[in-house]
């Protein structure tokens, strides 16, 4: 199974509102990291957030990471239909740059 | 950059057909990663290499799946011969050591 899981499968919130989807996994790891898929797009790389670190912003985005529960979450503030996508995360044990994938969270912001 | 370039972006083809997926990574990337994604698994890590070299090919489903990365700017994931359920959407993505992965937008892959 994948070593990532995101948590929810799917969320529809109206425009403005924030978003939050949550990533779980199984072994220790070096880094996670979120993406985003646009629908008929390849994934594109929103944040990456270090072993060491618990939380890191970048725009309206927000990662925190509890290595302790071997989760994270992701959390987009004032969403905007633009946002609209697919949400991955991503963790990283250290083997020569391999990621492996969760199952994603499919996000619809409603205008 | 250009970013990573896969061709062709759409393939429709029979069943027992020879279908080649060509990938251009980003240049001075030494990692590069091959993905199959379907609704029912998700996105799958096929095989990837470091520096030219495969590194891991667990994940290629069966001896019908090859894989070759001749230089630094050019791989190839070749299916032969393919079968109805090998459809989905193949992405190729390269990184630089351990930094995050590019990915190209992905050939769209289906078996008649």
């Known amino acids: 199974s994948q070593q990532g899981e995101e948590d929810p499968q799917a969320l529809s919130i109206q425009e403005g509102e924030n978003a939050t989807m949550n990533c779980s996994y199984k072994?220790?790891?070096?880094?996670l990291q979120w993406y985003r898929q646009n629908s008929g797009r390849g994934l594109v790389h929103l944040i990456l957030i270090r072993s060491n670190e618990r939380e890191k912003h970048s725009g309206r985005l927000r990662v925190t990471l509890d290595t302790s529960k071997k989760s994270s979450s992701l959390l987009i503030t004032a969403s905007r239909a633009a946002d609209t996508a697919s949400y991955f995360c991503?963790?990283?044990?250290?083997?020569?740059?391999?990621?492996?994938f969760g199952d994603g969270t499919t996000l619809t912001v409603k205008p | 950059d250009a970013g990573v370039i896969q061709s062709p972006r759409h393939e429709v083809t029979e069943m027992g057909q020879e279908v080649t997926l060509r990938c251009k990574p980003i240049?001075?990337?030494?990692?590069l990663f091959w993905y199959r994604q379907t609704m029912m698994r998700g996105l799958e890590l096929l095989i990837y290499?470091?520096?030219?070299?495969?590194?891991?090919d667990s994940g290629m489903p069966e001896d019908r799946f090859s894989a070759k990365m001749p230089n630094a700017s050019f791989s190839t994931l070749k299916i032969q011969p393919s079968e109805p359920r090998d459809s989905a959407v193949y992405f190729c993505a390269s990184s630089q050591g351990y930094q995050p992965q590019h990915f190209g937008d992905g050939t769209r892959l289906s078996i008649l």
């Open positions: 072994t220790s790891i070096n880094n």
């Open positions: 240049s001075g990337h030494n990692s």
């Open positions: 991503a963790t990283d044990g250290g083997n020569a740059g391999k990621s492996t």
């Open positions: 290499f470091n520096n030219n070299v495969p590194i891991d």
